[in-house]
């Protein structure tokens, strides 16, 4: 029962408690003021924007953020004060001259008007877009045009230049209000959150090892790592939470790089820092996949096992091993002559699916390295307690993470048993049969260099004994990429280690300092930032990610331009070629000849531009919202006005987004939180008495903003929360002041008719104006990141095909790999997002959306994303004698490989963005793979001696091109995994033959 109570009431998350408690006061304090006559009487214009600033400048937040968002403010609403001054300026000289007998038509100056707030919506619209950072500071700039431009003022012959300036300074007031809050209650700065989620992500790498350690890894060889499916997708789960973990540790560094912070490190030092532990989550990432397949396969086997189905397939198998074989001995005269050029292609028999590869050997082998995996995942642990109590120490983590240090017999045990394992993979001797002996003797020394060379040298000599049994398999390639996600970990650790030292190098003096963003100003409005909490929606944050994307697209594009064009200037060899290397344009996209072409697809760029479209589609909704204002109707706008008609232009400013189905959600979500802080407002103001008994007042409202506070900060519907305590602040204050003499109920059933008035408003213009759908968009982002992951691929296997590394060409083949990689990675989250908000979406004339489905598609696409970014990296390790001898001669077999894996990516984009069936039968890109397999085993078998004479470490540098070689086999698995989900969700072509279906016919 006591658990029940502290989860209801969350007591267990206190820092959520201490952000409600700091916006709670800050909106009491504001909503106070206005129960004060005197203070009325300062901000009367519109007083309830000092309660609206402590909601939009709310305290939950970090203190730097807080500041840039009031100064970014105030530069933002004297331009646009400025701006509506100079209009009421105008509309006031108008109305002078047809006074004194000019003759200029009647309703000339709410035309004025109507274009002067036109443009300034429209400006203020189209940069809270293009600059994200700007977002909020906007919200607060346009109240000034919806109440400056929309009064009777417009028509007056004398004009007020305090009216402007009336709107400005209450949202000035309310924004200290809610800063001094947040520095005097519980502060909390950037630089505190980063602390902690630096600490948060060492205390889950430990726990991810840990695991491993005590409940996968066995002293002995008596059980695999992979064995048993439930601590598999234990670890997967802790992985899933370590990579959670990691992607608030980089959110909340970059937000302390983008802040003005108080730290006793600057947040760029721990860049390097980040960047290892990034690294190394994706190793973890590998890990885990890694054994999720092994265990995949273990669990086939015995279930083949058990229905006494193995000994058909393994017939088959070898039977099309053999066919391969005895065909590239026919043919090899012929390929020897024609590889160079690349145009001979053996053709095969179909091979048979997936999975029946054969991976007889897993178990035995991953076994067989499990002592020593074990001890170095030992010494990595060690390796993380250290640097964590450094980071304590240090005060570069809060002092919480700091842990009592080991003892020495712990440490002695460690060595030991580094030293046993050590031992034991020098004295390894492998009989017929492939059963180990060893014998262990040795002096105890233990660090995590050590660790990873004992790891190193146990894994060479394994498998130095298999390669002299054996010819290299699937099972080399997984276990391979097994030790290899190993070893990266742990070189990646080593650096950290260093990266550690050189950041306490770094600090100067003992005390604090005050950091302030050491950005350029146009990249930081670029960065939204995080802390926009019921303010900015997720389909608002995805558009302005995918612009902020596309910006960086071009700028690589233009980069890759120069770079090719300077490249190929670089030898003689590349001028030869420079004519061939240019791109071509293709000739449905070239662009005109006339300089009338070349601005109309400016004109045509800008128009399609992302916030340009927004900025659109917003002007016209306001501008029909306040048409009422400017009607040369008589009395028409002391009724728009008298009724609160600027209502309707706030509720479609908090509502109003960029894709149709999250514009639906958020005004459900209006109405909803309308009609709760219209009614909350509605009974405070009646145990009240209205405006006779204001303590009552303000002990209600503080009753009712609580709960209204934690829905904004620790709920899924923010929004609600947001809306509700807006409401609320509205109504109160309104109906408090009472400056339009109307009944106690009349801003309230005002306030829902304006809300409901402005949704149906938006909602039509979301239709026709620009409608973009989540769901369209959501496939198009999909399908445009696998015809990408297509060419990422066929990049990463060209680079593999080069014996020289040094080359201009592969340098810069190379950098755009890498940068590449990153956009992948961002495009990937971004059709993430979209496909949730695309759930969201209603379909009122199909079933409903399978979302599931296309959850399991970006389950698949993030694994090939991972696997493409495994080989990139292990082909950077290949030595140049393994490259030149097994790598090379296979250019024409990999490029066959890599153009089936792209070509099958493609279809299935292409199949995605048209929403049509796919074909009956799709490419194969496994019979090129295993065409390529077999011709690397003949010439490992030719050339494995001389390549061992000259590596010091010949079956250990070999991990790196078997590691390359497990790439191919996963991706090739995972993208035919897609292809079938595809066909579940847009079906595929068939026709009987001989009725039979063309689509299950095999060979």
Known sequence: MRERIKKLLLLDNPRLWKKVIKCAIAYEIASILLLIPQFIAIVNTVPYLVVLATLFFNAS????????????????MIPSAVFCGLVGYFCTLYNQARENGVSLYSNGAAIIASMGFMVCVFVIAYYRVKYPRLFTASLQGLPLPFFALTRNVIFDTSYDVLLPVGIVYPTLIGAAIAFVVNIVVFPETAAKQSEMSLGNALVAFRGVLQYVEHDMLKEDASESIASSSSKANQLKQLNDKLQATISLMKKAQQEAKYEIVLSHYAPPWYKPIVRSLDRMSAHMFGLALTVQRANKIILEQR??????????????????????????????DEENMTIERGTHVPVISPAPSLHRLEYKHISRL????QPAMKHFIQSCIDSLNDIQEKFASHKAIPRQFRQQKKGGDNAQSASTSVSTIRDNASTRTVD??????SKTDGPPEVSLAESLLVLQSNADETFRAEYELRSPSEDHFLVYSL??????FGKELIALEEETDVLFQRRRHSWPRIFFPGVQLHKWLLKASNNSKGIQTEDERAVLDQQELQDRTQRIHEGDAVQGQAGSSSNVEDEKHH????????????????FWNKWFRVVNSWIDYGPTRYAIKFTVTMELLAFMAWLP????????????????????????????????????????????????GYIALLAANRNENPYVLAVMILIFQVPMWFILLGSKYPRIGFISLLTMGVICSTDYTDMYGEDLFGPVWKRTLTAVFAIIIVMLVDQFVFPVWARKSMRKSLSDLLIHTGIQFSKVASLACQANTQTPRFKETHQNVVQSAKLLQKQYALAYQMLNLAGSEPRLTKAPFPAHVYQEIFELEKKILYWIQHIFEAQDQITPAVRKRIMLPMTAYRKEMAAAVHLYLFTLAGSLRTKSALPAALPSAEIARRTLQSRQLQLWREHYGSISAEDSHPSLNQMYWNTFASGSVEIIILQEAIGALVIKLMGQHYYLTAARDWTKIQA
């Open 61 to 76: 937040g970090t203190v730097g953020n807080q500041v840039t968002e009031i100064i970014l403010n105030i530069l933002f």
């Open 303 to 332: 279930l083949e096992t058990q229905l006494g189905t193995r000994s058909k397939q393994k017939e088959k198998y070898m039977q099309h091993e053999n066919d391969i074989l005895e065909y590239e001995r026919m043919n090899i």
């Open 366 to 369: 991953q076994a067989s390295i």
């Open 432 to 437: 017929a049969s492939g059963e180990m002996e």
């Open 483 to 488: 030790l290899y996600t190993l070893t990266s």
């Open 579 to 594: 004519c061939e290397d240019e791109p071509l344009i293709p000739l449905q996209n070239a662009p005109g000849r006339h």
């Open 633 to 680: 109707i008589d009395g028409v706008n002391d009724l728009y006005n008298n009724n609160h008609g600027q209502w309707a232009l706030l509720s479609a400013m908090v509502v109003s987004n960029f894709t149709v189905g999250a514009t639906a959600v958020q005004c459900m979500y209006r109405v909803v939180a309308t009609i709760i802080g219209a009614v909350c």
